[in-house]
């Protein structure tokens, strides 16, 4: 059979794409979504339970549709949940809606295009041309398609330390990958947890840990020791603020001009909220050593400024803190090993570069998600291996055109060849939130539904 189009990928681009297409495209369309993990178009983020998982941006800008931006706050009052538009809704309803919304549509009155789930994991692309792409799965089925859209994420970071450096006799206290809840249940009521790592996930995984009952200790190491800052409660929430850009495309230029519109008066947030309309424009506009600069330098804060959680969860995380419950340290891991309780993790710390050291029953990497690339993916890598795509220059994903098509090695659009989400961050940089990712999902919708109308 041959596919109008094929969505390869299970988590929140692809549940954006299909949705989209199912909207554009007429009843005698054929689409295959391929993807093999549980709860389509929820992902790791939107499959939590735990209520206090709670999406980072307000419910009032979480609507699947551009052109509805009300859709999810009146889900939510559909569904008795006491969430305004101003509030932060948890990420476990926020995949219930995903899901709603794309059965609405399959089962619509007006007859949709026809879309076949396919529970299985491309391997290999055997054949790209003009007339479509051929793919091979690893049920040992082969799909073909017209045009594909390559929604694939990016994979768990590996512990930033080097395999020689990690004692074997302490692997089983290492936790690798957190969103494999199942270990929080072995994690015992008074152990002391080591989380590497201070980001959203961090806070995601010790909160979940109190949760269950866990009364221990958490020791926090990263590099710089930053933490996410929050959203403000919604009476004190101020405006977005246009940011004062000037001429010049320097990172330090840049920062120079927002740091003199906060000594005049305006508030921090309100100028990140005001920078995200003109981000990604922005980003195209910095030269290849600029992005690669800001990458160096500025990364990490833009992080924890930009990419704030909610007031309540940052209250609950606060209080363990001012307790003790949680310790913060800044620098650099150096080796885990057998101590006399548990793992013993030794650190260099950043201020002083002295050795330090701690005892944990359990390390739990919270470094976040790789950098976007093609390593952990072995579709990405036999693609690349045969010319068909190309990475970004600073291995922010593949390269992609402003219509987020897939380019190959001579840096030409491969023809119906189009990825959404993370995977473009080279291209757009801001694309792995849902405000930004509804835009490209739609724009690749319709760019695909005015090509098979032609």
Known sequence: MLYDVAVVGSGF?????????????????????VGDAPGFGRGTAYRTEFYMHRLNVPAGRMSLFPDKPDDF??????????VSADGFASRGDYGLYLRDRLASLLRGDERPARVDFVKAKATDC?????????????NGAELRARNVVLCLGIG???????????????????????????WLSKVGPSDTVCI?????????????????????RFRVLSRRGLLPHAHPPADRRAPAIEPELGCSREISALLAGFRRQVRKGADWRGLMDGLR????????????????????????WWNVHRHRIAPQISARFEALRRDGIVTVHAGFLETIEEGPRGAL??????????????????????????????????????????????????????????????????????????????????????????PDIRVQAQNVASAIASTLRA
């Open 345 to 434: 993790v030794t650190y260099r710390e950043r201020q002083s570069h002295r050795p330090r050291s701690f005892n944990a029953d359990w390390i739990v990497n919270c470094t976040g998600m790789e950098r976007a690339g093609v390593a952990h993916s072995p579709l990405l890598r036999e693609m690349q291996r045969q010319g068909l795509i190309s990475p970004d220059v600073l291995g922010l994903g593949l390269s992609v055109d402003k219509g987020s098509r897939v380019l190959d090695l001579n840096k030409e659009p491969q023809p119906g060849l189009y990825t959404v989400g993370a995977l473009t961050a080279g291209q757009f940089w801001e694309i792995t939130a849902v």
């Open 156 to 182: 768990n970071a590996d512990l930033p330390l080097a395999a020689g450096k990690i004692d074997t006799c302490v692997e089983s206290r290492i936790v690798r990958n957190p969103w494999r809840l199942s």
């Open 196 to 216: 590497l790592g201070s980001g959203l996930t961090m806070i995601d995984q010790v909160l979940a840990l109190r949760v269950h009952g866990h009364r221990g």
């Open 13 to 33: 681009s692809a549940i954006a794409v299909t949705i989209n297409l199912l909207r554009l495209l007429p009843p005698s369309t054929l689409i295959a979504v």
């Open 73 to 82: 706050v009146e889900w939510l009052a559909e569904h008795m949940r006491q």
């Open 277 to 300: 309309p003109v981000t990604q424009k922005l980003w195209q506009e910095l030269a290849k050593e600029q992005r690669a600069r800001f990458l160096r330098h500025g990364l990490a």
């Open 126 to 138: 055997v054949h790209c041309s003009e007339a479509g792409l051929v793919f091979h799965l690893d």
